[in-house]
């Protein structure tokens, strides 16, 4: 079992940065890769972004692109997401998720964290 924690979402001004951290309770963390979604209220799951296992390739949303970086350190068995730029429509609450082999479908997802809230002020 991988168990996701998710933190360093909160408030910030529209413009603003944020970089959010998802901590892997396994070594195995590098087997994975790892997605970012976020969700509004009366919302679908979104799709932000995603990194392989070797960290070599990464998609992202187009509502995201050319604002949002996803990277990892498996020597920490973390992954991050910076997000500059930010707008009031980024406000969400964003999990990170783990499979073997990248996806932009929540449902192909096998392991989710808690989610962190972060809202994006006008």
């Known amino acids: 079992q991988v168990q996701l924690v998710e933190s360093g979402g909160g408030l910030v001004q529209a413009g603003g940065s944020l970089r959010l951290s998802c901590a892997a309770s396994?070594?195995?963390?590098?087997?994975?890769?790892m997605g970012w979604f976020r969700q509004a209220p009366g919302k679908e799951r979104e799709f932000v972004a995603v990194?392989?296992?070797?960290?070599?390739?990464?998609y992202y949303g187009d509502s995201v692109k050319g604002r949002f970086t996803i990277s990892r350190d498996d020597a920490k068995n973390t992954v991050y997401l910076q997000m500059n730029s930010m707008k009031p429509e980024d406000t969400a609450v964003y999990y990170c998720?783990?499979?073997?082999?990248?996806?932009?479908?929540?449902?192909?997802?096998?392991?989710w964290g808690q989610g962190t809230q972060v809202t994006v002020s006008s």
């Open positions: 998720a783990a499979r073997y082999g990248t996806s932009t479908r929540s449902v192909e997802y096998d392991y």
């Open positions: 396994r070594r195995i963390f590098s087997s994975y890769a």
């Open positions: 990194i392989n296992r070797s960290g070599g390739t990464t």
